[in-house]
């Protein structure tokens, strides 16, 4: 039998935690009367009772995107709100995908757990989807998350945004290492306006973006820009090898024929 799997816990302002499942991270935001669970991970663990541990309010639970790394443990829940572009994807994320997931994190040092404790608890029922796009609210009571249509890393990339904590939630659309090299991710171009929405989007000084245990500021989301910028320059490729770009302290992966 698998060891419990041994999730990470973090408070990171009041009524705001981070848990750290090793592949990614996820957030329980909690309200006067509700709380909303900011990604479900990769699924390795009981990730719903390291929620109830957290919190004894009723739930949402919201995707930022349909990657195997947030949406992989959405068997254990009833509902999951997703932008419609992302909810075509939901059903490729199958557990045998899960799986190949966590092995090639192990092989490459990404996941610092051993893999006897991963235990993947198997989709019996896909959650009811709700589809949701700009301007949807969460109120959690005494507390409201905006969501915002951010495409790049994947065409249906959602951020979340709570000005009266001044922060903003950011999946992986603008990481210090920024993957665009997927079938379902825009073209590098793409990402640009999504970055320049926000930079210009008021409320916010913290970032905190998945894949981190750190927030990160503005002044990292100008960097991803000027390194996206620096790349769209560049001309496309008819092979579509998939390849690294560098500036700075930002990365890219991206698929040559991604460009224009
Ligand atoms: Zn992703």
Not at 69 to 79: A, M, P, V, Y
Request: proline share 4%.
């Amino acid at each position: 039998m698998a060891k419990e799997f041994p999730y990470e816990i973090k408070q990171i302002a009041p009524g705001i935690h981070l848990i750290n499942e090793s592949f990614s991270t996820m957030f329980v935001v909690q309200g006067d009367t509700r709380a909303l669970i900011i990604d479900c991970g990769t699924g390795t663990g009981d990730f719903k009772s390291v929620i109830e541990s957290i919190t004894s309010l009723p739930y949402d639970l919201v995707a930022t995107h349909a990657h195997v790394d947030h949406i992989g443990g959405r068997g254990q829940f009833s509902d999951i709100f997703i932008s419609a572009a992302d909810a075509a994807k939901i059903k490729s994320v199958t557990p045998a995908y899960r799986r190949i997931y966590a092995v090639s994190n192990k092989l490459t040092g990404m996941n610092k757990v051993p893999l006897s404790s991963v235990n993947f608890t198997p989709v019996k029922l896909e959650p009811t989807v709700h589809i949701i796009g700009d301007g949807y609210r969460f109120d959690l009571g005494g507390r409201v998350l905006e969501v915002l249509e951010t495409p790049g890393h994947t065409c249906g990339s959602l951020c979340l945004l709570s000005k009266s904590d001044g922060i903003i939630f950011t999946g992986d659309v603008a990481n210090e290492f920024l993957f665009m090299w997927m079938s379902n991710c825009t073209t590098v171009e793409a990402v640009l306006p999504t970055l320049d929405r926000l930079l210009s989007t008021d409320g916010y000084e913290t970032v905190w973006a998945s894949h981190t245990t750190e927030p990160m500021t503005r002044e990292d989301i100008v960097k991803c820009r000027e390194c996206v910028a620096a790349l769209s320059k560049r001309k496309n490729s008819v092979l579509p090898f998939i390849k690294m770009f560098k500036q700075g302290d930002s990365v890219i992966i991206y698929r040559a024929t991604h460009i224009h």
